[in-house]
């Protein structure tokens, strides 16, 4: 256990502004007694986000924790920490504790190979992204009467984010297929960051062998129809992202509105007042939603098209000014 012990951080969790004291001995008990007792950040199917602050730095990350059954709850952090990307949450390390907070740590040692302990639970550290996820900025404008044009200009500086972390993330051989608006936060500066990994996998599919996958469900809202079944690629995302700009676009007033809307984008039939207000964003979803894979774009072409639609609704900035909006910012904080 004590090479374990080595792997901890020196973290505390922030309670209400107070400093906890540092120890010396970083102590699992330290951890999980403070972690039980405290608001998280937010709760998902697979795991529980805390803010903490390292004691050593004086720096708040978000801490995730997630329960390991097998080796795929370790996928999360093995995909994380190969991507460095400003629209992608920053990752910075893991560690695991067993569950037996109580034990002596010379009972569980890891000094035999044939007996190693009980890992239970995977705690990855993070970059801290504001409490408001792309859901609640979706919610907030649909909470409002936004001038079309303020909502439009707004939704494709976050496209472009998105759809820039998607490329970087399609050009490391992954999917994420997790795309939904709970899953993109923003960071303290308002730039997007997408996160939960949870669900990555290897895009390790070329067209005469496709990969037969473990069926793992994602978000069933935005899926894309063919992850219901075993053969998919990265293309789940793109699915996924058109479904989220249609979102960040279109007001929605109920759940009811939504759920029936959705259901109708997600063959490619949008409302019909769509196409006379956002010409070009309505072609862009269409070949996003394309039932057959093969026809929808990569991200790589739509963050093209996405940065010409952004010339032309913006034709006085220039192209340097419109990189650096779409890679740090979204044009107003949550
Ligand atoms: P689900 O399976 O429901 O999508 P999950 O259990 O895999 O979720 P995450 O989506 O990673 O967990 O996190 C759950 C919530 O915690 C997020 O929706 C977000 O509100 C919050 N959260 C996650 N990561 C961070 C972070 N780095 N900074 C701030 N908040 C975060
Ligand atoms: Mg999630």
């Avoid at 951080?9 to 004291?21: C, I, K, L, M, T």
């Avoid at 608001?39 to 390292?54: I, N």
């Avoid at 990350?61 to 400003?86: G, Q, W």
């Avoid at 900035?317 to 979204?330: E, I, L, M």
Wanted: charged share 30%.
């Amino acid at each position: 256990m004590h090479i374990l012990y080595l792997l901890y951080p020196q973290v505390a969790v922030e309670n209400e502004g107070r400093a906890d004291s540092v120890s010396s001995t970083p102590t699992k008990s330290r951890f999980t007694s403070k972690f039980d007792s405290i608001k998280s950040l937010g709760k998902g199917a697979f795991g529980r986000v805390y803010k903490v602050r390292e004691i050593l730095r004086n720096k708040k990350y978000a801490v995730k924790i997630v329960r390991v059954k097998n080796k795929k709850a370790l996928r999360e952090v093995r995909a994380l920490s190969d991507l460095r990307h400003h629209s992608i949450v920053g990752y910075y390390t893991c560690w695991m504790e067993d569950t037996g907070y109580m034990q002596n740590s010379s009972a569980d040692s890891c000094s035999s190979q044939e007996s190693p302990p009980i890992l239970e639970f995977l705690y990855i550290q993070m970059e801290l992204c504001g409490s408001k996820t792309l859901k609640h900025w979706i919610k907030q404008r649909n909470a409002k009467t936004l001038q079309d044009s303020q909502r439009r200009q707004e939704s494709l500086t976050i496209a472009q984010q998105i759809v820039s972390g998607v490329e970087y993330i399609h050009s490391k051989v992954l999917i994420h297929r997790d795309l939904k608006p709970a899953n993109i936060m923003f960071g303290p500066d308002g730039a997007v960051k997408i996160g939960d990994f949870g669900l990555v996998t290897a895009d390790d599919v070329d067209d005469e062998n496709p990969m037969e996958r473990t069926n793992e469900t994602g978000t069933f809202f935005y899926m894309a129809p063919e992850q219901l079944e075993t053969i998919y690629d990265r293309k789940v995302d793109i699915f996924a992202f058109g479904l989220i700009y249609f979102e960040l676009l279109w007001k929605l007033s109920t759940g009811h509105e939504r759920a029936e809307v959705f259901k109708d984008a997600r063959n490619q039939k949008f409302p019909k007042e769509l196409p006379l207000t956002f010409t070009q964003e309505e072609q862009l979803m269409r070949s996003m939603l394309c039932k057959e894979p093969k026809q929808r774009p990569e991200a790589s072409a739509l963050k093209v098209e996405l940065e010409k639609l952004a010339h032309t609704l913006n034709p006085l900035k220039t192209k340097h000014q419109q990189n650096v909006t779409s890679d740090s910012h979204t044009s107003r904080r949550l």
